[in-house]
């Protein structure tokens, strides 16, 4: 249970933490932030803030992993896991919440078990399938997106522009791409396993 591992385990802990400032709603709470048309509930604020940390650490594990030769199966296991859970389950709950479309999270969360199931084929043919360019840009847009939707459209509710909605729906096109092109570029191992 080396330190990369931890910060692994630490952003996992943190994701039901995270729900229940996002989806209880307590009476002794404050008023809500009020700035102009601009609300947000305390406890969706601290929701968005522990969301921010525990995305932050996703590339930190790894780094470290990488920089100190600290990499361990069980971190291979946990990494993908914890990145997985974090956007499955802030999703869900915007979808609760009223604040993104049903079809939009399961787009999302459908690709992201339609890669691991590939990179476990990978693994039965002793190869491993590498995070693409795409797959990275992926993660960025779905953290912008999702950080925007938990801020309902901060700053940019006061000029009046939907960013969190654009932010979204790029999220699902970015991907529906990268998955696709996961796919395209890896089809010899479905056809290498079929055989």
Request: charged content about 15%; overall charge neutral.
């Amino acid at each position: 249970m080396n330190l990369p591992n931890r910060i692994t385990l630490a952003r996992i802990c943190l994701i039901p933490i995270m729900m229940f400032f996002l989806l209880m709603n307590f009476s002794f709470y404050p008023e809500p932030i009020h700035w102009g048309s601009f609300q947000l509930s305390f406890n969706h604020l601290i929701a968005a803030v522990i969301f921010l940390l525990a995305a932050s650490t996703d590339g930190i594990d790894g780094y470290i992993a990488r920089k100190y030769n600290m990499v361990t199966n069980l971190g291979k296991l946990l990494d993908p896991l914890a990145d997985k859970l974090l956007v499955s389950a802030v999703l869900i709950s915007l979808v609760e919440l009223g604040r993104c479309d049903s079809w939009i999270a399961i787009v999302i969360i459908s690709r992201e078990f339609a890669v691991t199931g590939l990179r476990q084929v990978a693994l039965l043919e002793g190869k491993v399938v590498a995070a693409s360019k795409w797959g990275k840009i992926k993660t960025v847009i779905q953290i912008v997106a999702i950080s925007l939707l938990l801020l309902n459209n901060f700053p940019f509710q006061f000029v009046s522009i939907p960013v969190d909605d654009i932010a979204i729906w790029a999220a699902a096109l970015v991907t529906i791409y990268s998955g696709i092109d996961y796919f395209v570029k890896n089809k010899d191992l479905l056809e290498l396993h079929n055989a």
